[in-house]
Each structure stands twice: as structure tokens, then as C-alpha cells.
């Protein structure tokens, strides 16, 4: 396959998950998945119950990490990202942290933590801390993804950057 054979491929498999989202947020969801793509993340069609679906999952040979997942329904996106290396994740985060005890940092042991662990941290309304692994997708939920594109690609930036400079050293 030639590399516009590739390119071709790529920007359908994009549209083809965008396809069935509300029409306003398509432009948004497409730039999303383009950057990730700008910086090496290949989309992969997702299997659901055996087939191939229109959702796409977007993983860096290099890196050996899924950074991002795009799961189109009738009329939404869900994007699920992984961007604890951002600076001003918190207001991402929010929804999807459970409070594991002051201090305690949730493992799953799936050995990707090199040294110090990399997790979310989520400062409570009473002040605890709490934390979740980095290791997983997490959803954003309720995104307005037109209004937070730049954000997105921000935080895509910095995962990626930091996983970079992870393999680097």
C-alpha cells in the first residue's frame, strides 16, 4: 500500500466514525483524531461482537500505548483519552475519579509505570487527594468538543511528548 493508499485509508476510517455524530461537532472530532494522527497515532478499527465497527482506536507503533478511542453512537462521539502528563487536566478528570484514600495511589499492576507512578491526581472539595491510574482510557464525558479542541490537542501533545521523552532516555 502506498503511502496516499495509506493516507486515503486513514482519513476513511476518520469520517467514517464522525459520520453519525451531531453535525456541528464533526469538524472538531476530525481535527482531534487528524492531530493524533499528525503526531503517528494510526487509528484501528475497533471489533465489536467479532466485526469491525466504526470506532476507532489510535496507537503509536513506537510507543506501544493506545493514547486515544473514538466510539461514535446515533447522534454523539465518546472520545477516551489518556493525558495525565498534561498540566491543566483537572476539569477533565473530574467525573471519573473515585476517592481511593488519602495518599494511596490505585494500581492495576500492568507494569507500564516505570519508576514513579503515573496517575491523575484530583484534589476533592474537602481537600483529600485523589487519584487514579494512568494506565487506563478515560472518558470525557459531557465533552463539548468544539469548545475544548485546542485543550484536547494540548494534552494530546504532552502525553505524547512525555512518552516520547520516555523511550528517548
Known amino acids: 500500500m502506498t503511502r496516499t493508499e495509506k ?3 486513514i482519513k476513511k476510517m476518520i469520517e467514517n466514525c464522525v459520520a453519525k455524530i451531531n ?3 464533526r469538524d472538531a472530532y476530525r481535527a ?4 493524533a494522527v499528525e503526531l503517528g497515532y494510526m487509528p484501528k478499527q475497533v471489533l465489536r461482537s ?3 465497527s466504526n470506532d476507532l482506536d489510535f496507537k503509536k507503533s513506537k510507543i506501544k500505548r493506545k493514547l486515544m478511542q473514538m466510539r461514535a453512537n446515533d447522534t454523539n462521539l465518546k472520545l477516551k483519552l489518556v493525558f495525565y502528563a498534561a498540566q491543566d487536566y483537572e476539569k477533565f478528570i473530574k467525573p471519573e475519579i473515585r476517592f481511593y ?3 494511596s ?3 492495576c499492576g500492568c507494569g507500564k509505570c516505570k519508576g514513579e507512578p503515573q ?3 484530583y484534589t476533592l472539595p474537602d481537600g483529600r487527594a485523589a ?3 494512568g494506565g487506563e482510557l478515560v472518558h470525557m464525558w459531557d465533552l463539548n468538543a468544539t469548545e475544548h479542541v485546542d485543550e484536547i490537542k494540548a494534552m494530546i501533545k504532552a502525553q505524547d511528548e512525555f512518552w516520547v521523552g520516555k523511550i528517548e532516555k
Open 105 to 107: 495511589i490505585p494500581c
Open 131 to 133: 487519584f487514579r491510574c
Open 23 to 25: 453535525h456541528d461537532e
Open 119 to 121: 496517575v491523575y491526581t
Open 32 to 35: 482531534i483524531a487528524e492531530y
Open 7 to 9: 493516507a486515503e485509508e
Open 50 to 52: 467479532g466485526k469491525k
Open 101 to 103: 484514600g488519602e495518599g
